[in-house]
T-cell receptor, first 110, second 114 residues
Framework: DAKTTQPNSMESNEEEPVHLPCNHS???????IHWYRQLPSQGPEYVIH???SNVNNRMASLAIAEDRKSSTLILHRATLRDAAVYYC???????????FGKGTMLLVSP | EPEVTQTPSHQVTQMGQEVILRCVPI?????FYWYRQILGQKVEFLVS????????KSEIFDDQFSVERPDGSNFTLKIRSTKLEDSAMYFC????????????FGSGTRLTVV
């Protein structure tokens, strides 16, 4: 599986935007970029995914670099409920396995 | 919003005993998964299940583990003879398809082997 690299932790203030980076320099053409998050004591939760174009949904936006070697998850206005571990995962089309890394722990301060 | 339901939320068992963890995936999903997370560690893939058979499994999923879809709604993980190192959170998940689809995870079953 292609590997992703994320910062161990990031901090944000409530109601400010948060940009969570992910590097995936060995990504292949059939890899989708998925983001999940895990709130304390809960199961992982799907956030967003994309292939080449930027994507928006009700939870977040995903900005994908033109060469696809990096991406950024954008939370437009962080809330205390967004404090979680965020995982950037490459998922090859046609394969079902998700390989979780350590992710980025996002701390949100009031 | 549709949910993946797991029962029980917490199970304590003696070493060597068999346990069955139960999951009800989302009804129109076709792919089912088990993952586990040992306390303080990464979420690890165990097995995926499609069309009534295992499609992928990890090295963790050895002969002590089995999965079954006994009816149209339940998906179970059985551990035949539990070991202390099986203590973990076990997450069930389901998805409509592969690759470009997101999974929906359940809230997990905390298994404690004593």
């Amino acid at each position: 599986d292609a590997k992703t690299t994320q910062p161990n932790s990031m901090e944000s203030n409530e109601e400010e935007p948060v940009h969570l980076p992910c590097n995936h320099s060995t990504i292949s053409g059939t890899d989708y970029i998925h983001w999940y998050r895990q709130l304390p004591s809960q199961g992982p939760e799907y956030v967003i995914h994309g292939l080449t174009s930027n994507v928006n949904n009700r939870m977040a936006s995903l900005a994908i670099a033109e060469d696809r070697k990096s991406s950024t998850l954008i939370l437009h206005r962080a809330t205390l409920r967004d404090a979680a571990v965020y995982y950037c995962i490459l998922r090859r089309s046609g394969y079902s396995t998700l390989t979780f890394g350590k992710g980025t722990m996002l701390l949100v301060s009031p | 919003e549709p949910e993946v339901t797991q029962t029980p939320s917490h199970q304590v068992t003696q070493m060597g005993q068999e346990v069955i963890l139960r999951c009800v995936p989302i009804s129109n999903h076709l792919y089912f998964y088990w993952y586990r997370q040992i306390l303080g560690q990464k979420v690890e893939f165990l097995v995926s299940f499609y069309n009534n058979e295992i499609s992928e499994k990890s090295e963790i999923f050895d002969d002590q583990f089995s999965v079954e879809r006994p009816d149209g709604s339940n998906f179970t993980l059985k551990i035949r003879s539990t070991k202390l190192e099986d203590s973990a959170m076990y997450f069930c998940a389901s998805s409509e398809g592969t690759g470009q689809r997101g999974y929906t995870f359940g809230s997990g079953t905390r298994l404690t082997v004593v």
